[in-house]
């Protein structure tokens, strides 16, 4: 395969894939979000790759690189690594062209995308768990693929892979009738990124591209500040489809030539846009499809993107493969995020009425405790408590501080950052 080294060369490719995908992949709807324009004064649009049959973007990428194998390269199959949505769609492809695959997966993939990758196969697919981050999952399948000269297909360091994802881009300007003013793209490996960024600066140099990465896992901006991939260490997982540890080795030379922006959104502040997509919009979004609108948000503690008012926006809701039993902790991440949810270790004298003073000296009307656990009991004196506060308004939480200072307690507010927090969390 010829390489591809300029952004106006991936676009070509993107051409044929195009055609590739006729019939195949899902025209997915270009929706207008008036929660979104309302909060930015902006046209903001979100493009539902949640609604592709296996509910991500992904689909795109898989298809494309497996629809040009040889004979030969399909009768020996393929091998991929996936956090579970890349897995969906090689799933999907194989069913579809024939082709046996055997899917690694890390340890963290939630039993939704597991059963969905099975199902999806229709008994093509072969599940590998193994390690922890899905770069664990990759490290094992390039050894197998090249152990059993299997075809690897990559989750996006592969041209054929960004070129089928880059597919969204003509499809937008197709729907809107015109170039978005701003496009904002969910980041992993990148070749969500370098597949219509190629193609946007191409034919419409003139919209700005904005690749959002969680900030738990900041791998493209590390390699644009360093030039090179950069393998992070002790990345946050929680999201899951975009938490990659390092760019990928071909995405990252097309995405600096096309130079886009680049912002981190904090996980909790893509639980509050998952639970607003959800309870406002109808839409149910996975982590890594929140990502990208997440950085909409406006709020006293939410990193927004910028948005001139009258600007056109499109956002990539990239996926809607969410497990319902994450919910709990979704809640949890956001009210913490938003300050609405603060915990406290709190010194009680061991006496009767201590935990009845700290009720009606220190706690408001409107806070709630919602958890409430003696670290270590003893006969001493006093004996420390974990205590957990649900505020109505972040803003009440300096006056219960203040309380809590008047009052004869002695008492630490634990950071929301803190390592003790996160376990909570």
């Not at 506060?389 to 309380?403: G, Q, S, T």
Request: hydrophobic share 40%; proline share 6%; aromatic share 4%.
């Amino acid at each position: 395969m010829t390489l591809v080294t300029t952004p106006a060369e991936l676009s070509t490719l993107i051409e044929s894939a195009t055609r590739s995908l006729e019939g195949v992949a899902t025209l997915t709807p270009l929706q207008r979000n008036d929660r979104l324009s309302d909060a930015t004064g902006a046209e903001v649009w979100l493009k539902r790759e949640d609604l592709q049959p296996v509910r991500s973007y992904k689909l795109r990428g898989a298809y494309a690189l497996m629809s040009q194998l040889t004979a030969e390269e399909r009768a020996a199959g393929v091998i991929c690594a996936s956090a579970g949505n890349h897995g969906q769609g090689v799933a999907w492809s194989c069913a579809r062209l024939g082709i046996n695959a055997r899917v690694f997966i890390p340890s963290t993939t939630p039993r939704q995308k597991r059963d969905r990758m099975l199902a999806l196969g229709a008994g093509h697919i072969e599940l590998i768990v193994g390690g922890d981050t899905y770069d664990d999952a990759s490290t094992a399948a390039k050894l197998t693929a090249k152990e059993q000269g299997a075809t690897m297909v990559a989750a996006f360091d592969d041209l054929r892979t960004m070129a089928g994802q880059g597919t969204i881009a003509p499809e937008i300007v197709q729907q809107l009738g015109k170039a978005p003013d701003v496009l904002l793209v969910p980041v992993g490996g990148g070749g969500l990124l370098a597949g219509m960024g190629a193609w946007m600066r191409t034919h419409h140099p003139q919209t700005r591209i904005v690749g959002i990465e969680p900030a738990g896992a900041q791998c493209m901006i590390e390699a644009m500040a360093a030039g090179r991939p950069i393998t992070l260490t002790g990345i946050d997982t929680f999201v899951d489809g975009a938490a990659v540890s390092r760019a990928g080795d071909l995405t990252l030379p097309l995405v600096q030539q096309i130079a886009p922006e680049l912002v981190a959104v904090p996980e909790g502040q893509v639980c509050s846009e998952m639970l607003e997509l959800y309870q406002v919009d109808g839409i149910i979004a996975e982590p890594a499809g929140a990502l990208a609108p997440a950085a909409l948000r406006h709020g006293s503690v939410d990193t927004t993107v910028t948005i001139e008012p009258g600007q056109t926006v499109v956002t990539i809701l990239s996926g809607g493969n969410n497990d319902v039993s994450r919910y709990a902790e979704i809640v949890e991440r956001s009210l913490v995020h938003e300050g609405r949810k603060r915990y406290l270790l709190v010194s009680f004298p061991q006496e009767p009425g201590a935990l009845r003073r700290f009720l009606d000296e220190v706690l408001g009307p409107t806070d709630d405790i919602v958890h409430f656990e003696y670290v270590k009991r003893s006969n001493r004196d006093s004996g420390p408590a974990l205590v957990g506060i649900e505020l109505a308004d972040p803003l009440d939480f300096p006056k219960l501080v203040d309380r809590l200072k008047k009052s004869a307690l002695q008492a630490e507010v634990l950071p929301t950052d803190s390592t003790f927090t996160r376990l909570l969390v």
